[in-house]
């Protein structure tokens, strides 16, 4: 985007709406919750749907047909939809049929169904492992699949294996459950009740930055944040706050001192804090056109790369740091 603008300065940027995204990600899980036995919530636009046994009722297609319709007269959204044995044909059926479509893959035609198209429709094959392909003149599944299976498992190790499953159709994953997390939270009492800001407001920034680093490590963003504090005298009061839909440290740090600096009216002694993320949605965090720089962009992945290896007590902000 910021080659797009130098190109083009006169281009009109229309933000995302992070906070809409969610809102109609939520009423979409409701309809699917009240109609499917068995689903999957893989990401904020992404479900799967286990209709085992549904076919001796009304036919898992016809079923399947009717929820789709469902969602689109309620929520006017372009919904797409793929239906077969298994997890994999089915999401790759429903990239083949956008933008607001439906198709099924009949058993037994999986692999007639994926034999002509590209490689890169098999999830897991990014770029380079297209180009390692595209090198032996491998572009349709087709062709990957007459590979023989040693040669695939000596150059991908066991990830060899699993693509040559995928180029056959062959995916045993279960759908899993959706139990949606309500929220996250941590929250830290005193050892001895104290009024001293500076300190309260490293500590605030310390557990907050532990909280969107756990949002990210799960692919979460989150709508909503709340700070509480707990009063020397046991009076207990909170602050909470919608915000656009984020997992970014920078925002919500922010964010979490803001409220605490309104909260914090007494000025007595303080016996604890607390921070809560709520209004949680899978999704990655979009980087903000304007408030982002490609160098922080590029800080905050290392840090995370360190963190997730090292743990995330290793590496932290300044502001963090408390004696």
Same mark, same amino acid.
């Given at each position: 985007?910021?080659?797009?603008?130098?190109?083009?300065?006169?281009?009109?940027?229309?933000?995302?709406?992070?906070?809409?995204?969610?809102?109609?990600?939520?009423?979409?899980?409701?309809?699917?919750?009240?109609?499917?036995?068995?689903?999957?919530?893989?990401?904020?636009?992404?479900?799967?749907?286990?209709?085992?046994?549904?076919?001796?009722?009304?036919?898992?297609?016809?079923?399947?047909?009717?929820?789709?319709?469902?969602?689109?007269?309620?929520?006017?959204?372009?919904?797409?939809?793929?239906?077969?044995?298994?997890?994999?044909?089915?999401?790759?059926?429903?990239?083949?049929?956008?933008?607001?479509?439906?198709?099924?893959?009949?058993?037994?035609?999986?692999?007639?169904?994926?034999?002509?198209?590209?490689?890169?429709?098999?999830?897991?094959?990014?770029? &380079?492992? =297209?180009?390692?392909?595209? %090198?032996?003149?491998? #572009?349709?599944?087709?062709?990957? @699949?007459?590979?023989? $299976?040693?040669?695939?498992?000596?150059?991908?190790?066991?990830?060899?294996?699993?693509?040559?499953?995928?180029?056959?159709?062959?995916?045993?994953?279960?759908?899993?459950?959706?139990?949606?997390?309500?929220?996250?939270?941590?929250?830290?009492?005193?050892?001895?009740?104290?009024?001293?800001?500076?300190?309260?407001?490293?500590?605030?920034?310390?557990?907050?930055?532990?909280?969107?680093?756990?949002?990210?490590?799960?692919?979460?963003?989150c709508a909503s944040i709340a700070v509480k504090i707990r009063y020397s005298d046991f009076e207990t009061v909170?602050?909470?706050?919608?915000?656009?839909?984020?997992?970014?440290?920078?925002?919500?740090? &922010?964010? =979490?001192?803001?409220?605490? %600096?309104?909260?914090? #009216?007494?000025?007595?002694?303080? @016996?604890?804090?607390? $921070?809560?993320?709520?209004?949680?949605?899978?999704?990655?965090?979009?980087?903000?056109?304007?408030?982002?720089?490609?160098?922080?962009?590029?800080?905050?992945?290392?840090?995370?790369?360190?963190?997730?290896?090292?743990?995330?007590?290793?590496?932290?902000?300044?502001?963090?740091?408390?004696?």
């Open positions: 985007m910021k080659l797009a603008l130098q190109l083009c300065p006169d281009a009109i940027v229309i933000s995302g709406d992070t906070g809409a995204y969610g809102k109609f990600s939520g009423i979409v899980t409701d309809i699917i919750r009240e109609k499917a036995p068995l689903f999957e919530k893989s990401s904020i636009d992404e479900f799967y749907i286990d209709l085992t046994g549904m076919d001796r009722f009304v036919g898992c297609y016809k079923w399947a047909i009717e929820l789709r319709q469902k969602i689109v007269k309620e929520t006017h959204l372009p919904i797409s939809m793929g239906l077969s044995v298994n997890k994999l044909v089915s999401k790759v059926a429903t990239g083949e049929c956008k933008p607001n479509g439906q198709k099924q893959v009949p058993r037994g035609h999986e692999a007639e169904f994926l034999a002509p198209l590209s490689i890169r429709k098999i999830p897991m094959i990014g770029k &380079k492992t =297209a180009d390692f392909f595209y %090198e032996m003149g491998i #572009t349709k599944i087709k062709t990957l @699949r007459e590979m023989p $299976v040693e040669i695939l498992e000596a150059t991908f190790g066991k990830n060899g294996r699993v693509i040559w499953n995928k180029a056959h159709g062959i995916d045993n994953s279960p759908v899993v459950p959706y139990v949606e997390r309500k929220s996250i939270s941590t929250e830290r009492t005193f050892g001895r009740d104290t009024i001293d800001v500076k300190r309260i407001r490293s500590i605030l920034t310390g557990m907050t930055e532990k909280l969107a680093f756990q949002l990210r490590q799960e692919q979460k963003l909170s602050r909470q706050q919608l915000i656009p839909y984020t997992a970014s440290d920078k925002a919500l740090i &922010k964010r =979490a001192l803001d409220l605490f %600096e309104k909260l914090y #009216t007494r000025r007595v002694l303080i @016996r604890l804090v607390g $921070v809560r993320l709520s209004r949680l949605a899978h999704g990655s965090y979009q980087i903000n056109l304007f408030d982002d720089t490609q160098e922080e962009i590029r800080l905050f992945e290392a840090m995370d790369r360190i963190k997730t290896k090292y743990g995330s007590s290793l590496l932290m902000r300044a502001s963090a740091l408390t004696e």
